[in-house]
């Protein structure tokens, strides 16, 4: 397996507060914020301080770019490594997506490209798919256009440009990041905070430097800069002209989000979720919620042409759940009327008809659709819940990995470490507080609708402001799904950063804890709110630079050669049309490396490819070696490969070892000391990638082996069996 290792060289009205605030806003927050320039104001005092907040948001943005591609280059000596080991480094399904980038740029032209990749016949042996309707790869597509299009070719080689252009998002992540606490703190020292608060994190912020092409790494900072201008959109007193251009951009970073990451439907729901409590709550005017809607809706539409009518789009929940919000809501007249009371059980009436209407439309969607493609993902969150079966193959492979678990301890005591922690729980207190009284103060009926108090002059952006509210419930909902899964954790690590930094710089925060102690002034308000930040950077600058220093200054080297000597053998020694069969993540890397034909990969979103996976992975089964055969031919597999590190694995603990869960959904005891539920009996064979490598008759009838070293074993499968017996379908391989 692939290692690292060390470098051998080279509230209801309350004028008071309410004028407090936009005094205290116009004084010490409007000297920086960038709404400034918007609203006319073209003094020299505010063009210098809004470029300068520009200057050093794009100077944080450049610099998470070069450190996390510096570390990328001192992990693996990238640079100075062979070609094949550049593309082994790619691992698992970050391979199978760089692929098709070298794919089109080996193809004779664009358009010859573009037709092999919607008439696909190597990544499933025996199927031709469409990989644009299949896989969100359009960023693929478009980097090799572009890199063909540019004069470039000469001094800057393709896997460079492709890695930077990864690492360069990172900067636009950072920069979005900024420019939400900016907005929301109306100080750019708040934008500064978040950045380096994001470069310290960045364990728990992202994993970009050894996980390049995963689709998160694309998608996420789209979804920073949607974040970004829902922020700007929900501010009020901007023009008719800038509320246009800021849908026309929701629209664009939502559909570069969606576009770019296949579990976007899922990450939109939460988003859907929030809109739809700040409705509830009367935090924003039925013209913004149905905006915000739309604009996700159009997205999502625009996704699904561009991949060919995909059906998981139209069968997602959060398409089922905006319809079914924007229909209850038109049919159900009068909502936010009436008594507090009346009011409240007016809402969970709304709710409950929303939800289950929400419930019936996806169930008829996906039955008119026939959609099955994302069942692995319910499955999966059925038995995390315990609701479902624990021995389902597809959800028991997400529950044993330790990334789709429970947020470790581990993970707030470093955000803890970096200062990062206290700010943002004290500001979540507060404000969750504060937009508490804020939803009881709506429910009473001199309140009216959101739009009649915003005629009215009781400002519902100084009561509590709706990009305020919006920020503290995605911070909160997106908190709920890290918690619940570790990997979800990087879409809320970054948000964390922009909130902890509002709550350090904001003026509201700042004003209720002064006017708490009794000594609140505009002169002490604006020294706290420049004071913290700044002592902050400086302490963290003193306790974290050294430790930067060092972790640049160590030089690693990519280290794997039965993985090289692997590769370079099936490049050599085997047909070009071979097919392969073998782990997900290893044939990710042996169609980068070598062009072969899959049997299977690591992209799971379809239904038929999880069966097929699993009839392949009966190789790690105790199966008679005529089953083994059987359903490797039924999928036209030539070779398969066998890992030891698979076969004889010890990294998962008892019960989610790959051969434990297909011994679980075969019916068969596990192996090794312990319990075992009394339902299951003991296999009839021994475990088919041990027995084989006895070369027994029974085996050597039926496979041959052709190559082997520490970590791999490779076996052709013969053409035809010596022994007759009757040929079993692929599907009823493991019946």
Not at 57 to 83: M, P, Q, R
Request: charged letters at 20%; hydrophobic letters at 40%.
């Amino acid at each position: 397996m692939a290692t690292l290792r060390q470098r051998k060289g080279s509230k209801g009205r309350e004028p008071p507060l309410s004028a407090e605030f936009q005094s205290q806003q116009s004084n010490c927050c409007t000297d920086h914020h960038p709404e400034r320039i918007l609203h006319g104001d073209w003094s020299w005092g505010a063009i210098i301080w809004t470029s300068v907040g520009w200057s050093v948001s794009v100077g944080l943005g450049l610099l998470c770019c070069i450190y996390v591609a510096t570390l990328h280059e001192n992990d693996l000596w990238f640079s100075n490594i062979k070609e094949v080991e550049r593309e082994i480094s790619f691992r698992t399904e970050c391979g199978l997506y760089y692929s098709y980038f070298k794919q089109m740029l080996q193809a004779p032209s664009i358009q010859e490209g573009l037709s092999d990749l919607i008439h696909d016949n190597l990544t499933e042996s025996k199927r031709t798919i469409n990989l644009l309707q299949r896989m969100n790869i359009y960023q693929e597509v478009f980097l090799s256009v572009l890199y063909r299009s540019l004069p470039i070719q000469s001094y800057l080689e393709p896997v460079y440009f492709y890695i930077y252009t990864v690492f360069s998002l990172q900067a636009v992540y950072v920069i979005a990041l900024y420019l939400t606490a900016w907005l929301l703190s109306g100080s750019w020292l708040a934008g500064t905070l978040t950045g380096v608060w994001y470069i310290l994190n960045r364990v728990d912020t992202t994993r970009v430097e050894f996980t390049i092409s995963l689709r998160e790494n694309w998608s996420l900072p789209f979804l920073a800069l949607q974040v970004t201008t829902i922020t700007c959109f929900l501010r009020p007193q901007l023009s008719a002209l800038q509320q246009k251009v800021m849908v026309w951009l929701m629209y664009v970073t939502t559909f570069c989000f969606c576009l770019t990451w296949q579990f976007n439907q899922f990450i939109l729901l939460v988003q859907a979720l929030v809109i739809y409590t700040l409705d509830c709550a009367d935090f924003l005017t039925t013209t913004q919620v149905t905006t915000l809607y739309l604009v996700q809706v159009s997205a999502l539409l625009s996704v699904w042409l561009l991949q060919f009518c995909n059906s998981m789009i139209l069968g997602s929940l959060v398409l089922s759940f905006i319809v079914a919000a924007l229909f209850v809501r038109h049919c159900q007249s009068g909502l936010k009327t009436g008594s507090p009371l009346l009011r409240l059980g007016k809402l969970l009436l709304h709710s409950a008809m929303v939800l289950l209407l929400t419930c019936t439309i996806n169930y008829l969607a996906k039955r008119v659709l026939q959609l099955r493609s994302d069942e692995h993902i319910f499955k999966f969150i059925q038995s995390k819940l315990g609701l479902g079966s624990t021995r389902d193959f597809d959800a028991s492979l997400y529950l044993c990995e330790e990334a789709f678990g429970l947020l470790p301890l581990d993970t707030l005591e470093r955000l803890a470490g970096t200062l990062l922690l206290y700010p943002y729980v004290l500001t979540l207190l507060l404000l969750s507080g504060m937009l508490a009284v804020a939803a009881l103060q709506n429910l009473r009926p001199k309140g009216g609708s959101a739009e009649e108090r915003k005629g009215g002059g009781e400002g519902r952006a100084v009561a509590f402001r709706p990009d305020v509210a919006y920020n503290l419930l995605h911070a909160l909902f997106y908190g709920l799904l890290a918690f619940s899964t570790m990997r979800m954790k990087y879409i809320w690590t970054g948000h964390m950063c922009a909130v902890a930094a509002y709550g350090v710089c904001g003026a509201e925060l700042w004003t209720l804890l002064l006017n708490t102690l009794r000594c609140n002034s505009k002169v002490l308000l604006r020294l706290v709110r420049y004071a913290v930040p700044v002592a902050m950077i400086a302490c963290l600058y003193y306790k974290f630079w050294p430790k930067l220093m060092v972790e640049l200054s160590e030089l690693r080297e990519f280290y794997d050669p039965d993985t090289v000597e692997l590769m370079t053998w099936i490049s050599t020694k085997t047909p070009k049309w071979a097919v392969f069969a073998g782990s997900m993540q290893l044939l990710a890397g042996i169609k980068l490396c070598t062009g072969r034909v899959l049997t299977n990969h690591p992209h799971y979103e379809d239904k038929d490819l999880r069966e097929r996976t699993k009839q392949v992975y009966q190789v790690y089964a105790r199966r008679s070696p005529e089953e083994v055969y059987d359903i490797l031919r039924a999928t036209g597999a030539d070779y398969v490969v066998l890992e030891n590190s698979i076969c004889y694995e010890r990294r998962h603990r008892r019960g989610c070892r790959l051969r434990d869960l297909l011994d679980l959904a075969n019916g068969h005891v596990m192996d090794g000391p312990g319990e075992n539920d009394p339902d299951l009996v003991p296999a009839s064979h021994p475990r088919f990638c041990e027995a084989i490598k006895t070369e027994d008759a029974a085996y050597s009838a039926l496979f041959t082996r052709t190559f082997q070293n520490k970590t791999f074993h490779v076996y052709r499968v013969k053409q035809k069996r010596k022994k007759s017996s009757k040929t079993s379908s692929e599907a009823s391989g493991t019946q």
